[in-house]
């Protein structure tokens, strides 16, 4: 069942048998609605060609079949088709039970244990304030053991050509074949991948994570007259972009918890947080949208 969020100024549909995901984010206009996030279909079943996903219990890719905690080993298998790599937690992948309801706000909420040690409660809140959308995003561990948790939001934006973004961070890491960090260096000024100004996204391929942002991203897409501020917090100061390369017609900047397989690299300094039985993890973020006088 679809549920349609609309309060006059911006509308969010959103599908919670398919991974809570939204399906369509548009800011309304005396033109018609405007995509704010790549739209997707009423009867697409793919997260992957929606407008956005929550990643819960982690984000991003996970080596080696699994990973060591507490002198614990814990398998992981592969969740996708095409990646051999076990990819951005379960959350996305199972349907959400709607708990509430109103005109402006939705609550959904999942209860897993399909992949140990993660054994959780996550909730999920839409709610449209004025120009934004608001989103919390929470997991309460419920194991007996405890567990390293990972919280992000993984949205789909519409790429063209005039499309700019603007995400101030310290540095990126490069990363192997297989998308895992190698090395970690800091941005130059000027370069391709330093977006502290408003800057076109690089032609070719990228799939990395940047560290050391103060929380706050900015899309433009001047040919259409919009753009969006993405925020997230607390601690949220890692980022993820996303784009296969010019031809492609979305782009994606994640806002990520920690950084991609934390679990090997060290967990806490990179990021992911240890959850007792009946401790919870929460972070929030929000999209306002403007319009652009040009």
């Known amino acids: 069942?679809?549920?349609?969020?609309?309060?006059?100024?911006?509308?969010?549909?959103?599908?919670?048998?398919?991974?809570?995901?939204?399906?369509?984010?548009d800011a309304l206009t005396e033109d018609g609605p405007v995509a704010l996030?790549?739209?997707?279909?009423?009867?697409?079943q793919d997260p992957n060609r929606l407008a956005m996903y929550p990643l819960v219990p982690w984000s991003n890719r996970?080596?080696?079949?699994?990973f060591e905690w507490r002198g614990?080993?814990?398998?992981?298998?592969?969740?996708?088709a095409g990646e051999p790599l076990p990819i951005h937690g379960d959350g996305w992948q199972r349907p959400w039970r709607v708990e509430g309801q109103e005109r402006h706000e939705l609550r959904l909420v999942l209860?897993?244990?399909?992949?140990?040690?993660?054994?959780y409660r996550a909730e999920l809140v839409y709610r449209l304030e004025g120009e934004s959308l608001a989103v919390e995003l929470s997991a309460t561990h419920l194991g007996e053991a405890p567990a390293p948790y990972g919280l992000g939001l993984h949205p789909w934006f519409p790429r063209s050509a005039d499309a700019r973004l603007e995400a101030l961070a310290e540095g990126v890491w490069e990363v192997d074949a297989a998308q895992l960090p190698t090395q970690w260096r800091r941005l130059e000024t000027g370069e391709a991948w330093n977006f502290s100004a408003p800057s076109a996204l690089p032609e070719g391929?990228?799939?990395?994570?940047f560290t050391g942002w103060g929380g706050r991203a900015l899309l433009h897409w001047p040919e259409r007259?919009?753009?969006l501020e993405m925020s997230a917090g607390p601690a949220v100061s890692r980022y993820l972009v996303y784009s296969p390369g010019a031809e492609a017609d979305f782009f994606c900047v994640e806002p990520?918890?920690?950084?991609?397989?934390?679990?090997?690299?060290?967990?806490?300094?990179?990021?992911?947080?240890?959850l007792a039985p009946g401790q919870s993890l929460r972070r929030r973020y929000r999209f306002r949208a403007s319009s652009i006088v040009t």
């Open 256 to 274: 990520v918890s920690h950084a991609v397989d934390a679990h090997h690299l060290g967990a806490s300094e990179h990021g992911l947080v240890e």
């Open 72 to 80: 614990r080993h814990y398998p992981l298998a592969p969740n996708l």
């Open 62 to 66: 996970i080596s080696a079949g699994g």
């Open 37 to 44: 996030m790549r739209p997707g279909t009423v009867d697409e």
């Open 225 to 227: 007259g919009v753009a």
């Open 1 to 25: 069942m679809m549920v349609a969020l609309d309060n006059g100024k911006l509308r969010l549909l959103v599908n919670p048998a398919i991974g809570g995901a939204v399906v369509r984010f």
């Open 205 to 209: 391929k990228i799939d990395n994570l």
């Open 111 to 119: 209860r897993s244990r399909e992949q140990p040690p993660f054994d």
